[in-house]
């Protein structure tokens, strides 16, 4: 079967207040998994005049104001089969998640509490604007009440409507072979997933349970729990997903 090329991640970076200028990379949030679907809304302020003359036709419409633009995403995050014990594992999903919840946060400038400008990438689409919601669901527990899996949705809203931005990528050319590091096909081993495997399953058995977010990553892996029969997997590459180790 194909090789997968790498799978873009979409990213959260913190903008200047002109919304120019990407700053504070320390700032900056890699998503784990990307989202499924991203929902982009837009909505201009409309008055329809009332008063006298004829009243027959339809109604002239007036536009005050530049307009909303906004954009909704789910994300998930999930710190299961990490082996216990290791040096710098990930054992709650708030430290991943927490990167996220910077751009909710307001800073205080001067008198006045603003949240940060933040820009959302994935690929070639980009969003610029203030997260203005966010809500976080912890779904599973350890033992000792620490949670392991969460979602995150979050909107972003800019006071306008503007033209869509195209950011480039570097991207392959269509058609053009590349395996999951980067390297030409046959350069580095592939591992077959058996039928009912998971990239957990699979990381753990080379000694690598601790970097299965890393690999499911950089293999272009959205479900690390549903591989398919026979499919092949580079256990050899790594990505850095924001957890530090």
């Given at each position: 079967m194909p090789e997968p090329t790498p799978?873009?991640?979409?990213?959260?970076?913190?903008?200047?207040?002109?919304?120019?200028?990407?700053?504070?990379?320390?700032?900056?949030?890699?998503?784990?998994?990307?989202?499924?679907?991203?929902?982009?809304?837009?909505?201009?302020?409309?008055?329809?005049?009332?008063?006298?003359?004829?009243?027959?036709?339809?109604?002239?419409?007036?536009?005050?104001?530049?307009?909303?633009?906004?954009?909704?995403?789910q994300l998930w995050f999930d710190v299961t089969?990490?082996?216990?014990?290791q040096s710098g594992a990930v054992d709650d999903v708030r430290q991943l998640t927490k990167k996220v919840a910077f751009f909710i946060?307001?800073?205080?400038?001067?008198?006045?509490?603003?949240?940060?400008?933040?820009?959302?990438?994935?690929?070639?689409?980009q969003f610029d604007g203030i997260m203005e919601s966010l809500e976080?669901?912890?779904?599973?527990?350890?033992?000792?009440?620490?949670?392991?899996?969460?979602?995150?949705?979050?909107?972003?809203?800019?006071?306008?409507?503007?033209?869509?931005?195209?950011r480039p990528t570097d991207a392959p050319p269509p058609g053009a072979p590349r395996g999951p590091s980067g390297k030409p096909p046959g350069t580095s081993p592939m591992t077959p997933a058996p039928q009912g495997s998971t990239v957990q399953g699979l990381a753990a058995g080379q000694g690598k349970g601790g970097d299965w977010q890393s690999i499911a990553s950089a293999n272009g892996i959205e479900n690390p729990r549903q591989l398919a029969a026979g499919q092949l997997i580079d256990l050899q590459v790594g990505v850095n997903i924001g957890v530090k180790r």
């Open positions: 799978l873009a991640k979409a990213e959260l970076r913190q903008l200047d207040a002109n919304f120019e200028n990407e700053i504070e990379g320390d700032t900056w949030a890699k998503v784990q998994f990307n989202p499924e679907t991203l929902k982009v809304s837009f909505a201009n302020q409309v008055q329809t005049p009332s008063g006298g003359g004829d009243q027959r036709g339809t109604p002239a419409r007036q536009f005050v104001g530049a307009g909303t633009t906004k954009l909704a995403v089969g990490q082996p216990e014990g946060t307001p800073k205080k400038e001067g008198d006045k509490f603003v949240p940060p400008a933040v820009r959302f990438l994935w690929g070639s689409f976080e669901s912890l779904e599973f527990f350890s033992p000792e009440g620490k949670p392991l899996r969460a979602s995150v949705s979050f909107g972003l809203t800019q006071q306008k409507i503007t033209a869509f931005v195209f």
